[in-house]
């Protein structure tokens, strides 16, 4: 067990935040839906998705020096232990944002209210929440997800494309850098060029969500605030991305290999 290191954990459990943050953002648009106020509701869905962007590369130093406090000896299996590791974190993080659902979509609801109240101050909604008359009321709403939270969900609000897309593209971005860095113990002469492939795969992964996933939730929640469409659909589909996200994270542990293999083969041609 001398790969449980302390540095370790704490790299563990920023990635389980990270995680648990980006899985509690499908809450936002379901509970501007609820209020029907979509835009604030994007407002701090982007605050939370920065956030979660902030902590990613935070963590990403610290998830380097792993490497370079391996032992030489075995630094390949060394390291490829850990890095799992921190995968199955991102799991644990999906699952516990899973858990949380049901308790931050009441509050979310609650928070686009103030933010509307604050006339779009941020600092103003989070002065409101941190207090600790709305940290009372804000345990009144915790709640964990019952059987009871899938009913009226139907297969047929599903798409299986976008279900896939989501899926994948959460595994490229979940083992984008630690892919990277795993290229630079395969190929060690080409290893700053593989480590700095790292941004280009977060880049292209998170750009695609944008292109591919997020303006297909974002059109039925406005549909939903339009009456075009029902609140039930866009839940149906924001499970859906929920659970393609947490498969994506097992299928992570899949492709963390395979994606280190191609980076370190793909330097050969930059070099």
């Known amino acids: 067990m001398e790969f449980l290191t302390e540095k370790l954990i704490v790299i563990a459990l920023f990635i389980f935040i990270i995680h648990s943050i980006e899985t509690l953002a499908y809450a936002v648009r379901l509970s501007g839906a609820r209020v029907k106020m979509i835009a604030s509701a994007l407002s701090l869905f982007n605050i939370m998705v920065m956030v ?141 060029t593989a480590i700095m492939a790292s941004g280009l795969i977060n880049g292209i992964a998170t750009i695609l969500l944008v292109i591919f996933v997020d303006p297909k939730v974002s059109v039925v929640a406005d549909d939903v605030v339009n009456r075009r469409g029902s609140y039930q659909t866009l839940k149906n589909i924001s499970l859906l991305m929920i659970i393609s996200r947490l498969l994506g994270t097992l299928l992570a542990q899949l492709l963390f290999i395979p994606g280190a293999k191609y980076i370190a083969w793909f330097t050969h041609f930059i070099v």
Do not use: C, W
């Open 52 to 192: 979660s962007r902030l902590a990613n590369m935070m963590q990403q130093p610290f998830t380097g020096s792993l490497i370079d406090t391996a032992p030489v000896h075995n630094a390949q299996e060394f390291v490829e232990t850990q890095f799992r590791i921190l995968i199955g974190a991102s799991t644990i993080g999906t699952v516990f944002g899973i858990l949380l659902l049901p308790t931050f979509i009441a509050l979310f609801s609650r928070a686009i209210i103030y933010l509307s109240e604050e006339r779009g101050s941020v600092p103003s909604l989070f002065k409101r929440i941190v207090s600790l008359e709305y940290m009372k009321r804000g345990l009144k709403h915790v709640s964990l997800p019952r059987f009871t939270y899938l009913k009226g969900t139907t297969l047929k609000d599903i798409p299986i494309r976008l279900f896939f897309v989501n899926m994948i593209i959460t595994a490229i971005y979940t083992i984008g850098v630690l892919s990277a860095l795993y290229a630079a113990l395969l190929a060690p002469e080409r290893s700053s």
